[in-house]
């Protein structure tokens, strides 16, 4: 399947315009044309280990959850220069004629996607996100309504008629909203006023999710299904005040990768996040709740079988689509 086909329906499963202000999410690697995609391998961190793996399946695309270039940089150099990493891959990739991809913040907040998988580990309940993404445009695809006030000796029409010719570049033309009466202190014959239309929020996306379990179920329980959910044996638990291990969890809210900007705040039995710092910890400790922290890649990696099958159909088939085996989270329990 060519590059810009695979581009389009990586788009169709998570909106860009669903990522993060911050993120650098797309395709940020590309061979030059024509590059068509025949073997397709999916990882959560794009490391030089994984792009070896790749040379040698003849990988010609790799989507990579976290975005390999993310600051930005200055040079590229094939050398083993310290800290040069980065930079070694974009060249092996341009060398190799390997296009790189990355989703991240779309997947994390778009309906189906990684915080909806992780909101899976104790079981069937109602899900909501916990804030809303935001429509990177209204539906008119206008950003701010002018309303008008003309004056008695105005023609109505010929204002109308000149506003329309404009009509298709950010502008909407709807219609003449009052006259300016003749006893009004100024004497301008039009008065514009605009203002900014605000954006709807997009139904069932957004960061984190909010899951309120259909039946409860005790700390413990809870602890052992996130790790057979995250194929982990081993988690951190920082027990809420006043809780043990047979307190009831009916509301867990989640946030996949570094989950404290978030969660912070939000009224939940359980926290379930890769990382948080030592004093949101501290913070929802006091209030009852109770957090569990596994790492924060391994809070996403697990997503990438259910994302792999759902690419298997949205490219038909087209494309041989792999999950990396040598993806792993740099920090290991000894």
């Not at 060519?2 to 999410?25: I, T």
């Amino acid at each position: 399947m060519d590059l810009q086909m695979v581009v389009s329906n990586l788009e169709k499963l998570a909106p860009l315009s669903l990522a993060e202000s911050w993120d650098n999410v797309g395709l940020l690697i590309e061979p030059s044309p024509p590059h068509i995609v025949k073997t397709m391998m999916l990882t959560n961190d794009l490391t030089e280990q994984v792009m070896d793996e790749a040379l040698e399946k003849k990988v010609d695309f790799i989507l990579s959850y976290h975005p390999p270039i993310f600051r930005p940089l200055k040079r590229l150099r094939s050398g083993t220069v310290r800290g040069a990493w980065k930079e070694r891959l974009v060249v092996t990739a341009l060398e190799g004629r390997v296009a790189v991809y990355s989703p991240h913040t779309a997947c994390d907040c778009v309906c189906g996607g990684v915080n909806d998988w992780l909101g899976q580990a104790l079981g069937l309940g109602s899900v909501v996100p916990i804030s809303h993404s935001i429509a990177s445009s209204t539906p008119s695809g206008a950003s701010h309504r002018v309303e008008l006030s003309i004056g008695r000796d105005v023609d109505a029409e010929e204002i109308l008629s000149r506003l329309k010719s404009v009509e298709g570049a950010g502008v909407q033309v709807c219609t003449v909203s009052r006259r300016i009466s003749s006893a009004a202190p100024w004497h301008l014959p039009v008065l514009l006023t605009p203002y900014p239309l605000f954006q709807p929020p997009v139904p069932n996306a957004g960061p984190g999710r909010l899951c309120t379990l259909d039946e409860p179920v005790t700390i413990a329980t809870a602890l052992q299904r996130i790790k057979a959910h995250l194929r982990l044996q081993h988690v951190r638990l920082a027990l809420g005040a006043q809780c043990t291990l047979e307190s009831l969890v009916r509301t867990m809210a989640v946030c996949a990768g570094s989950g404290s900007s978030v969660l912070n705040g939000v009224k939940a039995d359980l926290y379930l996040t890769g990382e948080m710092s030592h004093h949101d910890v501290l913070d929802a400790v006091a209030t009852g709740t109770s957090v569990v922290l596994c790492d924060h890649s391994n809070t996403e990696r697990g997503y990438l079988s259910q994302l792999g099958d759902q690419l298997k159909t949205q490219l038909e088939g087209k494309v041989n689509v792999l999950i990396s085996e040598r993806d792993r989270d740099p920090l290991q329990v000894m």
